[in-house]
């Protein structure tokens, strides 16, 4: 079972908000978050931005072609992705990433650090503002969730804050086309995210399933409105495990399915550790970015990116 989340309940009782957000990232690691704090227009607008660039011609988005950075960002073609790294299939989903903006003289840039280019955007008006707009509010409402889950494991309120004021956290537009009827069709294989959370939010077309542990495949349940969150595997590696970043995958659907994924990652040079009072560390200390990159290098084929 996957708890329903009221996020008014962070504001009227936070350590209740708390235990309840805490319970649920320790059980499935997912849990459905209504009453958020990111406008419904701008959720709205989003989809429709979305929309409009994944039905541009492919030359057009070959423009923005995620190949053409080292970064991450841009347009992701059908195939380019195999998350299931014990399956030979692809992924049949197209996206679109953006990350934290910024400028072509920004020092960060300049030399090239990991993950610090310029985004790619599209000929669309009004694109670029609606994404930064979304972006902003989104890992505004992610910071919020990591007051509580510092209340949960007995820290400091704002703990986590200093963490994700530079972030590597990235904006992604997707579109899962039909079911077609290939062998071993899939739209999105089995994985688990990687950085701290991820607030998915969907147009409600069915497809998504989570693999709790010792369970087999389970339907992840529609609220209109609600954000899905899932914890990532640095979150879980960062609470020593008592967080549970819990396997999911999105089977082809019927229709076309459209969502919108936020995943918050901490900044660049935070050291991702076990927090205190998690008990004898698990994992070796990493900076976040090190961590990231690791998993991304097994997600696409480096040749990709020469």
Known sequence: MIPILDFQQHYQEPLGFAANVGAACRDTGFFLL???SVPDVLCAEVFAQADAFFALPQPEKEKVSILNTPHFRG???AGIESLDENRPEVDTKETFNVGLDLALDDPRVIAGAPFRGVNQWPNLPGFADTMLDYYRSALTLGIDLHRAFARDLGLEIEHFTQCFHDPLAALRLLRYPPLTGGVNEIGAGAHTDYGAITLLMSDGEPGL??????QDWVDVPNVKGAYIVNIGDCLMRWTNDIYISTPHRV???????????????????????????TGTPKYA??????????????????????
Do not use: C
Not at 253 to 271: C, G, L
Not at 285 to 306: G, N
């Open 34 to 36: 209504q009453n958020h």
């Open 285 to 306: 200390p990493i900076r976040a970015a090190d961590y990231l990159m690791s998993r991304l290098d097994a997600t696409y084929s480096p040749k990709e990116f020469i």
């Open 251 to 277: 089977l082809p659907p019927k229709r076309q399915r459209r969502s919108v994924a936020m995943f918050i990652e901490a900044n660049p040079d935070t050291i991702v550790q076990a927090l205190p009072g």
């Open 209 to 214: 399933q989570v693999r709790p542990r010792g």
């Open 75 to 77: 347009w992701g073609r």
